[in-house]
């Protein structure tokens, strides 16, 4: 078992790029997730059992470099996977019009993300002292990892629904997880989220335009 979890460990290195040394555990948590949003832009059902390995990956990776909320985060990706499996079996091919939050609806958003993003940045705070035996460093950047972590599930049930927002969302999301990756020093996870915030941005354009056209129909 020791000899399992020290594959999963930031210092188990397999190769170097340009210097820097990846681990197994961040090679595979990228890899997979390149994959995952791959298959998902194909509407593939194995994006789902890639998305589960992959939040895996993540869980222990971002344990290791005390992005909490992140890791707490890859818990939600895990049900949600499953949840996105089981639900991909029973689809009717019914489909949904992409439509838009209002107003109103996204001042809720906002504050919810606000309000969210400080109760999770308070409990992650918290930790070490709660759980000194298994959070035995404090958490790092701990209002900005929390905001990613708030705002990526609600992208993510917004992205479910057909909402039009998701990919702003998404956007914001992967700007700042790009900075927080690239201040933890983990440049191969990094590179994968400038990747997600290209596809991103292809998801607001995409999603926009049919959203435009819906309203003109």
């Known amino acids: 078992m020791t000899d399992f979890f020290s594959y999963l460990s930031i210092e188990f290195q397999i190769f170097s790029v340009f210097g820097y040394s990846i681990s197994l555990i961040e090679f595979l948590g990228t890899s997979s997730g390149l994959v995952c949003v791959y298959l998902a832009s194909r509407n593939h059902i194995l994006t789902w059992p890639i998305g ?32 996105g499996w089981w639900i991909w079996h029973k689809r009717t091919g019914a489909y949904v019009q992409i439509q838009s939050l209002g107003k109103t ?19 992650t705070s918290r930790l070490p002292f709660w759980l000194p ?62 990747v997600f915030l290209l596809i991103a941005f292809y998801g607001c354009f995409h999603w926009y335009k049919e959203y435009k056209l819906n309203q003109t129909t």
């Open 52 to 83: 589960i390995f992959n939040s895996i990956c993540f869980f222990f990776l971002f344990f290791q470099i005390q992005l909490y909320s992140d890791m707490l985060l890859q818990i939600y990706f895990f049900g949600s996977s499953i949840y």
């Open 133 to 194: 035996k298994i959070f035995e460093k404090p958490p790092v950047f701990l209002y900005w990892d929390a905001f990613t972590t708030v705002a990526s599930i609600i992208a993510n049930f917004l992205l479910a629904q057909r909402k039009l927002e998701s990919w702003f969302l998404w956007v914001l999301v992967d700007v700042v997880c790009i900075g927080l990756y690239s201040l933890k020093e983990i440049p191969f996870v990094t590179a994968e989220y400038i």
């Open 105 to 123: 609806k996204n001042i809720l958003l906002l504050f919810s993300i606000i309000l969210g993003t400080y109760a999770l940045g308070e409990t």
